[in-house]
């Protein structure tokens, strides 16, 4: 074992299935400039800088997938791939449906997302939920530097299109770039645990559609993705004070959803409580309050989730983010009831 | 008749002075997130925006606070908006990247390409609405190779829209030459959608005005869009607190060490791949580095030395506005 920071782990991966699969390159914006290291070491026929054409590379990513390569495509926000839907929406998602099971289309489109550091409401969005609507996208959320890591490796290694996202709270780099610009003067709320921390020597696939119990609790179950989790960690640490005991899933995938770990941790609980970055409406959380019910088991219901744009002012933004305040509050509401 | 240098220069240094005001609020975390400025692009604004009118629209990328700025926004509104209060002109919500003033029909995007598509449809409806008036967008040279904008350039021609498109080309788009990843020409290919194309130097603003009364006049007789090329140097990099112009040691470590790790990597490319690939990005930074510290084609400096003949009248307007700015900086602090 050794320490690794989340950015860095997932590039660390990417090497490793470099070296390993010559097929697998990577192309996106400034790739030289965010990935030197994997540009330095596997050079710019492997690592391309593409120009700001979301539409004409996501949608090569794809046509280079179907016809034999493995491609990392980077979207430099998730809130860019609006540009790119139509590549994901219609033929990333579709090829393999529409050609009776025949064609797959291999290729992973790596985003960072996320808010928190006062960037406005068309730089911090999530998404996930979004993405994850469409049949045929897996959604992958990492929430620390070993799972992002090890689940680098399996998007890659994945049959089917994988969109990929990093929280920019928890990938030192791009929250440098792109909030503090090198500044000691601004503070974010960093979760340590997410953006560093220990890693295997070698990086072995964590397979998709896999959550992981971080915290066994009795009374409620918090359930998350990336940040939120730390958030939902740093809850149940408060919530056992006032005795009551939060479990924390970290659902890891979005899509495909690990529905047995969320069935079976609610059954136990009786009490389910959402936190989630995405929107709230037609999203995960309403998902995942399906599922359960679906399951025929009965529950008490929460979520904490962004309702409206993020606003660009960080007061504003803080109290429209999921935060461990609320998450808390949402918590002991549950309990009441 | 040509334009008035005096006003085009008062102008010019309102925004300069206005952004160093910003850049010293963001450095003591003032201000949070991302900060594209405009510096070296004021001679395009200012040539540009003199021309508008009442009723004449702009669409701005993420560096739209000159254009604003010269437009006649009020400038205590523009830094309560980043410096995130209630009470900023977009209420807080928006932030450098996402300005709007519905009186001054602007509005801003952080999504690099969209200032075409607004643009053409505030031309329409000035088309239908008021007659006569017409839109601008600006955008930078890494937006010439987003699908929307071109497509937008297409739907102006062909419905004879009255737009102006105008492109701030440092021939950068954040780390990438934007040589390194486009074909063909710019101008060419404006040209080749079927409308008039110039190619001005951005530093100059003179220049820059004659050309934009040029495609303003063009659209306000509604003949259709113009498409302008301005050459400008940003010396401040992408936005403030760019990594290749830090001077800390931190920052340097941070740059070098993945290099410095990959370099001799076991399993990857060939030496001379990695060299080649070594080699890329020492000459970008090295780049970065000339065009920070390179005052030639400061805009600011190059209309100054047109005026430098009437000291007296320059010093006055160097006081005004200096403190016009320091006011606005007071006004929005308190
Ligand atoms: C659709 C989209 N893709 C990528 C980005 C990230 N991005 C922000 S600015 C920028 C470079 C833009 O270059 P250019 O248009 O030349 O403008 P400049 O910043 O040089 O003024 C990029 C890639 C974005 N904001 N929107």
Redesign the interface.
């Known amino acids: 074992m050794k320490t690794m920071g989340f950015a860095d782990a997932i590039d660390d991966a990417l090497a490793q299935a470099m070296v390993d699969d010559s097929r697998v390159v990577v192309f996106g914006e400034d790739v030289h400039g965010l990935r030197t290291g994997l540009f330095v070491r596997f050079g710019e026929k492997r690592v391309r800088p593409a120009p700001i054409s979301e539409a004409a590379f996501v949608g090569a990513a794809v046509g280079a997938a179907m016809a034999g390569l493995r491609p990392v495509v980077e979207v430099m926000m998730v809130d860019f791939i609006g540009v790119a839907v139509d590549a994901l929406l219609n033929h990333a998602a579709k090829v393999e449906a529409f050609s009776g099971g025949k064609w797959k289309v291999p290729m992973v489109v790596r985003a960072p997302c996320g808010g928190g550091y006062g960037d406005g409401g068309q730089h911090e969005q999530s998404l996930w939920g979004w993405l994850a609507h469409i049949p045929g996208l897996t959604v992958v959320v990492p929430s620390n530097p070993a799972d992002a890591g090890g689940l680098m490796l399996s998007a890659i290694e994945h049959e089917g299109p994988v969109v990929y996202l990093e929280h920019k709270l928890l990938a030192s780099n791009m929250l440098d770039f792109l909030g503090s610009g090198g500044r000691k003067t601004v503070q974010y709320d960093v979760p340590a645990e997410g953006t560093c921390g220990s890693v295997p020597d070698g990086w072995m696939p964590i397979p998709l559609g896999k959550a992981a119990i971080l915290h066994e609790g009795k009374d409620i179950t918090l359930v998350s993705v990336a940040v939120g989790v730390h958030r939902c960690l740093e809850a149940s640490a408060i919530l056992k004070k006032k005795r009551i005991s939060a479990g924390v899933l970290d659902l890891r995938t979005v899509s495909p959803l690990d529905k047995e770990a969320l069935c079976q941790a609610v059954s136990r609980s009786g009490r389910l409580l959402v936190v989630d970055e995405d929107y709230r409406d037609f999203g995960l959380s309403g998902e995942l309050a399906a599922v359960v019910l679906e399951a025929g088991i009965p529950m008490r219901y929460g979520r904490v989730c962004t309702e409206e744009t993020i606003p660009y002012c960080r007061e504003f933004e803080h109290q429209i983010l999921p935060s461990t305040g609320r998450i808390v509050d949402a918590a002991i509401k549950l309990m009441d009831r | 008749m040509g334009p008035d240098l005096w006003l085009l220069y008062r102008q010019m240094l309102r925004s300069r002075r206005f952004e160093e005001a910003v850049t010293d609020l963001?450095?003591?975390?003032r201000i949070?997130?991302?900060?594209h400025l405009g510096i070296g692009e004021e001679a395009i604004a200012a040539g540009i925006v003199a021309h508008l009118q009442d009723g004449d629209a702009m669409a701005l990328d993420h560096r739209g606070t000159p254009p604003l700025v010269m437009r006649g926004v009020d400038l205590s509104l523009i830094l309560r908006?980043f410096l995130?209060?209630?009470d900023g002109i977009?209420c807080?919500?928006?932030?450098h990247?996402?300005l709007f003033s519905r009186e001054h029909l602007t509005a801003s995007?952080?999504?690099?390409?969209s200032a075409g598509p607004i643009a053409a449809g505030f031309a329409l409806a000035a088309q239908h609405l008021r007659p006569g008036n017409i839109a601008v967008a600006f955008f930078g040279d890494?937006?010439m190779?987003?699908?929307?904008l071109l497509e937008s350039f297409n739907l102006a021609v062909a419905w004879k829209l009255p737009v102006l498109f105008v492109c701030k080309d440092n021939e950068w788009?954040?780390?990438?030459r934007s040589q390194?990843?486009?074909g063909g020409n710019l101008l060419e290919r404006a040209r080749s959608f079927g409308m008039p194309a110039l190619e001005i130097d951005g530093a100059d603003v003179e220049a820059v005005w004659n050309a934009a009364k040029q495609g303003v006049d063009r659209a306000r007789k509604n003949n259709g869009p113009t498409f302008l090329l301005a050459r400008c140097i940003r010396p401040e990099g992408h936005?403030?607190?760019?990594?290749p112009l830090?001077r800390?040691l931190?920052?340097m470590i941070?740059?070098v060490g993945?290099?410095m790790?990959?370099?001799p990597?076991r399993?990857?490319?060939?030496p001379g791949?990695?060299i080649?690939?070594?080699g890329?990005?020492t000459s970008?930074i090295g780049r970065t580095l000339t065009e920070k510290y390179s005052k030639r084609r400061d805009p600011i400096h190059h209309v100054r030395q047109r005026l430098r003949g009437e000291k007296a009248r320059l010093n006055e307007i160097e006081k005004e506005v200096e403190k016009e700015i320091q006011q606005a900086v007071e006004r929005a602090l308190s």
């Open positions: 963001w450095q003591k975390g949070s997130g991302e900060m908006e995130g209060c209630a977009c807080g919500m928006g932030g990247m996402h995007s952080g999504i690099v390409g890494g937006a190779n987003q699908g929307m788009a954040i780390v990438t390194h990843v486009t936005f403030l607190g760019y990594l830090r800390s931190e920052s941070g740059m993945p290099i790790h990959s370099l990597a399993k990857g490319a060939s791949e990695r080649a690939s070594l890329s990005i970008l």
